[in-house]
């Protein structure tokens, strides 16, 4: 009844705002064609490949990458917003500020069998206690070269995978049999140890120790068991250091055959081993 000028200006406000307010508010879309399927058939698309995945956690760069080989082709970006629209991202890790590190380098290599990376966690389990797991992984390839796990930390079963390692990818266990290869290890009490730099010499392996106090050294193996640890150790019980020793055998299997490798274009291990024995065997 008094007009809205008037009433603007005794609230101190601009009719613009006023008019703007009244407008009807549409729900934000994407602009462009829909794409391969709507976004609500897309989410369930989506949550069908995280159920069916063995493995828990995977962003959304892993599931763009097994939507399209199951047929359904659409960008990453749109993966990306319709995970985070519905909660189905997963957990985000925490931002570390960048300094000068002492090894500022390159850690992987362009071929297989070149250096492996070598490191221990350990793990409780219901009737024996703590076991300790070692572990050897390609740098190359990102596979699980050899899994074990022990109720002792001792040095002989530190070698346990790199035994499985070198009989895997060089057929035999003898002097000089893995001329060629490095190992990447740290500073840990059986990997410096007398014995097991014996058995590296034994096999014609260079020892290459990370420096001290810089973990990035060993990067491959320790994202290796972060994931071991995401994976299976933090969401599953094990009544005995046997029952785990055979569950990461199987997980080790299942690993190889099945995880996804981002800077191989998605391959697994052992598509991206593979590939190099056939483009070797061919030259």
Known sequence: MYGIKRVCEVWNICRSTLYNHRK????TQRRGPTGACPDAELVERIRSVL???????????KVWARLRFEGTKTSKERVRRVMRENNL????????????????????????????????????????????????VDHCTQECIG??????????QALEPLRQGVKHSFGNYDIKSA????????????????????????LGIASTPSYVREPQCNGVAERFIKMLKEQILHIRYF?????????????????NAGWLVQKHKYQTPNQVRNSFLTTKKVA
């Open 147 to 156: 899994i074990h796990a022990s109720k002792s930390a001792k040095t002989e």
């Open 239 to 255: 009544k005995t250091v046997e029952d785990l020793r055979q569950a990461l055998l199987k997980f080790k299997e299942v690993y």
């Open 51 to 61: 159920k069916q995945s063995f493995f828990v956690g995977e962003g959304y760069r």
């Open 24 to 27: 009807e508010v549409k729900p």
């Open 179 to 202: 001329s060629g290869l490095s190992i990447r290890h740290d500073h840990g009490s059986q990997y410096i140890s007398k014995k097991f730099q014996a058995e590296l010499r034994f």
């Open 89 to 136: 991202q997963s957990t985000k890790r925490p931002r570390k500020e960048e300094t000068h590190k002492v090894h500022d380098g390159r850690i992987t290599t362009d071929a297989p069998d070149e250096m492996w990376g070598m490191d221990a966690t350990s793990v409780i389990t219901r009737e024996e206690g703590t076991a300790t797991i070692f572990i050897a």
